[in-house]
């Protein structure tokens, strides 16, 4: 049984695949109390004692205005971190990026578009596909957007959920696109790549390409809250309301996905997740 490190163990990813392959497995999962990428001796600690084949790296730094801020601590996690595992550990590696690469100009994208960052939380996972791309020998490199799930503080769904059942009004941007994918169905196909050893970089998301307001509307109808609680705003006014929300987000946005890989229906993914 081969042995899998998972870092970032407390995040949403991280703890789908192990509710689901944790048998597959020897399996570690650490959480950033237990393992935090940036310090170098722990990392080199961990890889020698373990000796993993394989590194599923969850580990990520996802504030997105935070980044703006504090480009340097984003990048120290979501970069120069990976450099860590990488210059220790030549076995099957899996890095995690996103749609915020690109620019959001002329979405949805493929794995052969160019990227171009708007935001530094973007520059910085950028940074950590070329740093994966060029030390990784065996690299299955994930691009998702909106990575959702219940009971995760990070969670888009979540937020609309509790929201919505404590009757709270909330504004949701209308004119941000994407494709969200359950971070079940993520772990699934992570898992097949794993599998079958296919490397390189894999698009992954469900099948239509919706705003962040139409997502949040469906959510509402599946769970049975208040539609008339989610009001559309547009990303410019949206930032004029709220000082915190400093970096500029890619609007027409979103993740083309290969034909041989099997088409998600977010409908049934929020029809399956609301079963657990």
Do not use: H
């Not at 163990?9 to 048998?23: E, P, W």
């Not at 899996?94 to 935001?119: A, C």
């Not at 609007?251 to 049934?268: A, N, Q, T, Y």
């Amino acid at each position: 049984m081969k042995k899998l490190l998972i870092t970032g163990g407390n995040g949403q990813l991280a703890t789908a695949f192990k509710s689901n392959f944790k048998s597959n497995f020897n399996l570690l999962s650490l959480d950033r109390s237990e393992l935090d990428i940036t310090d170098k001796i722990k990392v080199e600690s961990i890889l020698a004692n373990f000796k993993p084949d394989i590194v599923l790296n969850c580990a990520a730094y996802t504030n997105v205005d935070g980044a703006e801020n504090d480009f340097k601590k984003a990048n120290n996690v979501n970069s120069n971190a990976i450099v860590n595992i990488l210059s220790k550990f030549d076995g099957l590696f899996v890095q995690i990026s996103t749609d915020y690469i690109f620019d959001g100009k002329n979405g949805p994208y493929s794995e052969f578009s160019n990227p171009n960052p708007i935001n530094k939380y973007g520059l910085s996972k950028l940074n950590g596909e070329e740093i994966s791309l060029k030390m990784s020998k065996k690299l299955i490199l994930i691009r998702a957007n909106v990575i959702f799930d219940l009971n995760s503080k990070s969670s888009f769904l979540d937020w609309v959920i509790k929201s919505l059942k404590s009757k709270k009004e909330i504004s949701v941007v209308n004119d941000q696109f994407g494709n969200p994918i359950w971070s079940v169905d993520l772990a699934k196909i992570i898992f097949q790549l794993i599998k079958n050893q296919e490397l390189g970089i894999f698009n992954v998301g469900t099948d239509k390409i919706i705003s962040r307001y139409k997502f949040a509307k469906l959510i509402a109808d599946e769970w049975n809250l208040d539609v008339n609680l989610i009001k559309p705003i547009s990303t410019k006014s949206l930032k004029a309301q709220n000082k915190n929300y400093i970096a500029p987000r890619p609007l027409k946005s979103g993740l083309l996905v290969r034909d041989e890989f099997p088409k998600i229906s977010i409908r049934d993914s929020l029809v399956n997740l609301k079963k657990i």
